[in-house]
């Protein structure tokens, strides 16, 4: 009965090895994007396992008021015009969703981006494809649950990009 255990529990290690071997590989994707105008950039980044998106992540960076926020390390005096500086829009969430809260927004700048990494996880590529061809940019304003960006298509863009990056790397 020992013997039948050790033997069982040796059988259950190697079939648990033999599986996670035959995962497929996760690979990291990056794209540095003009998902949002001409006065800011968007970093996207991708964990891509087969051609499956299981990780995502967004962030815009934008010359902001130095005396509200908070620069990109090395910001002052290297990434700095006048009273601005390069900055993160996640970083300084506040400040730049009070601004968008302004002209209307509802939805912070982070839950904003939030939602729309976690809209494309699970997808493949050709699936956010799709849907990135089913409608006209300005039309993706609505099409994201929980995000109401303007720019949401470039947004999505975005990530693609950083998708094929990892397909391709």
């Known amino acids: 009965m020992r013997r039948t255990l050790v033997v069982a529990l040796v ?3 190697l079939l648990a090895l033999a599986g996670s071997s035959l995962a497929a ?3 990291l994707g990056k794209a540095d994007f003009a998902a949002h ?3 800011c950039f968007t970093v996207a980044v991708v964990a ?3 051609d499956t998106i299981v990780a995502a ?3 815009e960076y934008q010359m902001l008021s130095k005396s509200e926020t908070i620069g990109v390390p090395n910001a002052d ?3 700095t015009i006048g009273e601005t500086w390069l900055a993160s829009k996640k970083v300084n969430n506040d400040f730049y969703s009070n601004n968008m809260a302004r002209a209307g927004s509802t939805v912070t700048i982070a839950n904003n981006f939030k939602a729309i990494e976690e809209f494309v996880v699970g997808m493949t590529i050709s699936e956010l494809e799709a849907f990135l061809a089913s409608a006209e940019p300005a039309e993706f304003v609505d099409m994201v649950t929980g995000a109401t960006l303007v720019d949401n298509y470039g947004y999505l863009s975005a990530l693609l990009a950083a998708a094929k990056d990892a397909l391709n790397n």
């Open 77 to 79: 005096p290297t990434f």
């Open 57 to 59: 992540y967004i962030d």
């Open 11 to 13: 059988l259950v290690s």
């Open 25 to 27: 590989e996760i690979k």
């Open 48 to 50: 891509l396992q087969g």
């Open 37 to 39: 105008g001409t006065k």
